[in-house]
């Protein structure tokens, strides 16, 4: 049974900080690359990061410098350190595996960067 279960979201300052950790199947993360995507109300849902299972990371450009994607296989958990955040960021953020991903999708985790 594939599981993918977010957390660690919530509403912060911009400028702030978070760390999204995201628990996911041995079954897929021992195999996929896997990444975090996010979707802002009213947009198309977007990769944010990925990392390969040996660790190469990769960054869309609006977050470059700013966040932080990182695995533990031994725990089976992708997190996604988010640093310096702008109000753009605010969305529902995921983590499936990396292109393609799974068509089954987690709750998800809401960041809200507001003052």
């Known amino acids: 049974q594939v599981q993918l279960v977010e957390s660690g979201g919530g509403l912060v300052q911009p400028g702030g900080s978070l760390r999204l950790s995201c628990a996911a199947s041995?079954?897929?993360?021992?195999?996929?690359?896997m990444g975090w995507y996010r979707q802002a109300p009213g947009k198309q849902r977007e990769v944010v990061a990925r990392?390969?299972?040996?660790?190469?990371?990769n960054y869309t450009d609006s977050v470059k410098g700013r966040f932080t994607i990182s695995r533990d296989n031994a725990k089976n958990t992708v997190y996604l350190q988010m640093n310096s955040l702008k109000p753009e960021d605010t969305a529902v953020y995921y983590c499936?595996?990396?292109?393609?991903?799974?068509?089954?999708w987690g709750r998800g985790t809401q960041v809200t960067v507001s003052s």
């Open positions: 041995r079954s897929i993360f021992s195999i996929y690359a």
């Open positions: 499936n595996t990396y292109n393609p991903p799974l068509s089954y």
């Open positions: 990392i390969t299972t040996g660790g190469s990371t």
